[in-house]
């Protein structure tokens, strides 16, 4: 099977493609290295599936990539691209298809029963 796989540098998606590749798969990874929190943990992320051959990584961000040619011959998509983290999705809210993956905005903390 030929998979791609978006948000490959992410937690998930980094686990999924070396678990993909485990099984023999091939697979593309595309992630577009987003800043929200420290792209050196997604490159840390990556060094799982760079060590097997059958994984090609794409940086591209989806909202402006041509998807045509990175789908061609594609058998599965995982779409894990977002932007996760509470923190990220509530101080920037969502501004795009893309962010439909993205958890929704945290809910702020109970409120603590005052005593008068
Ligand atoms: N981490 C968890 O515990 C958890 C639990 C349940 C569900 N999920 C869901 O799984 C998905 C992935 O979560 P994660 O923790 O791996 O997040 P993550 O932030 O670690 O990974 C998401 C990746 O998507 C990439 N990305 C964002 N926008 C992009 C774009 N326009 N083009 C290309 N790449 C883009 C980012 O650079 C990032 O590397 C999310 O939808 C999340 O809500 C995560």
């Given amino acids: 099977m030929r998979a791609v796989v978006t948000g490959a540098a992410g937690f998930i998606g980094s686990h999924l493609c070396t678990y993909l590749l485990e099984c023999g798969d091939v697979v593309v990874g595309v992630d577009?290295?987003?800043?929200?929190?420290?792209p050196a943990l997604k490159e840390?992320?990556?060094?799982?599936?760079?060590r097997y051959p059958a994984f090609s990584f794409r940086?591209?961000?989806?909202?402006?990539?041509e998807l045509?040619?990175?789908?061609?011959?594609?058998?599965?998509?995982?779409?894990?691209?977002?932007r996760s983290r509470c923190t990220a999705t509530a101080s920037r809210p969502a501004t795009s298809p893309m962010s439909g993956t993205s958890s929704p905005p945290c809910a702020p903390p109970?409120?603590?029963?005052?005593?008068a």
Avoid at 59 to 65: G, S
């Fill in 32 to 38: 577009s290295f987003t800043d929200y929190y420290d």
């Fill in 44 to 50: 840390r992320n990556l060094g799982g599936p760079k």
């Fill in 59 to 65: 940086r591209a961000d989806l909202l402006t990539a």
């Fill in 68 to 82: 045509a040619p990175l789908l061609d011959g594609t058998d599965v998509v995982f779409h894990l691209a977002s």
């Fill in 110 to 115: 109970p409120a603590r029963a005052s005593r």
